[in-house]
């Protein structure tokens, strides 16, 4: 009986990979086009990785645990000396009792430039930026996850 030519492949492997294939998964990593947008059980996190500068402005590499949406859950960044995480809320003055601040809400991912009220133009002296989730509201999603980095060398 002859065997037929099987490239070095055993029946199991390519079992695996005709149900990768039928299913469309692959074995990539997931890139953040494959995250959902909703968060996991812990809660949605976002943390600045790196801040360079690009013209007049800062750019920041973030690392998110979600997709951000501005239709759903999304980014808040401000300037750390001017506002608390309370307020960058729209729900600041109702839930938090604290003064409504100033923010640029975005979805820009993982890559994003300053701009708008997180602009260098508008920090006054200051050199913290800041980043939280927030929902489809512009609420903050949990006043206790938010991250901040002194950005003074990128200044």
Known sequence: MERKPTLGIRRGAWFGLA??????????????????????????????????RLGDEIQLTLKANF????????????????????????????????????????????????QSSASTKVRGSAKTLCVSPADRNHDILDVKIFKCMDVSSAL
């Open 67 to 114: 997709t951000p949406d501005m239709s759903k859950n999304h980014i808040h960044v401000w300037w750390g000396e001017n506002y608390t995480v309370k307020q960058v809320s729209n729900n600041a003055e109702p839930v938090y009792k604290v003064k409504q601040g100033e923010w640029h809400p975005m979805a820009d991912y993982p890559v994003y430039v300053t």
């Open 19 to 52: 149900m990768l294939a039928a299913t469309g998964l692959s074995s990539r990593a997931p890139l953040a086009a494959d995250m959902p947008n909703a968060c996991p059980v812990d809660g949605c996190t976002v943390e600045i990785v790196s801040a360079k």
